[in-house]
């Protein structure tokens, strides 16, 4: 089985060519490159990556420069003879789907939410000093790890939107009512 799953940014816009097919139908290679951030350290790989036919004019329409996508497809060898006669040896994504990974407005709406969680997170620090707590203080990293949350949402890392947050049919924000909650209850 060959299948990869990855999700960056374009480096570039997409390089687009139209070719002819011996029938005499046109064909559109469309060549890109990801930069794909590594899971637990600052470094980046890029990988190049090709798609044809219908999904070529899908990436010609719809893609550009520094947007983020998903794109799931099969590595292959992609070795050829360079001007200079040497053999060069590399690989690519041929890609079987691309979604898109953010909206268009959500660089905009990713500052609004760090500025209203910044100001949250100091209301909630200044509130929860003023409440007495029966058991001993907890430090984020084990709150998050007895409930299960993710930790970087618990120190208010967290890039989902207001509209993403978990919301009750009272439109009470859950995930607030959730984080007030004494964890011992869960001992």
Not at 141 to 168: E, M
Not at 171 to 179: A, G, L, S
């Amino acid at each position: 089985m060959n299948k990869s799953i990855m999700m960056g940014r374009l480096v570039r816009d997409p390089e687009i060519n139209y070719t002819t097919k011996k029938d005499g139908d046109e064909f559109v290679v469309a060549n890109f490159r990801i930069a794909v951030d590594r899971k637990y350290s600052d470094e980046t790989d890029f990988f190049p990556c090709t798609a044809f036919g219908w999904l070529a004019e899908f990436v010609e329409k719809y893609l550009y420069q520094g947007i983020k996508i998903v794109i799931t497809g099969r590595m292959e060898n992609n070795n050829y003879t360079n001007k200079d006669g040497d053999k060069v040896y590399g690989v690519r994504l041929c890609c079987d789907e691309i979604e898109f990974a953010e909206s268009k407005n959500s660089q905009d709406d990713d500052e609004d939410d760090s500025k209203s969680r910044s100001r949250s997170n100091k209301s909630r620090q200044s509130s929860s000093r003023g409440r007495k707590s029966s058991g001993s203080q907890r430090s984020s990293k084990s709150s998050s790890g007895r409930s299960g949350r993710n930790s970087n949402y618990s120190s208010g890392k967290s890039s989902r939107s207001s509209s993403q947050r978990g919301r009750s049919s009272r439109n009470d924000d859950v995930d607030e009512q959730f984080d007030d909650m004494d964890y011992e209850e869960f001992d």
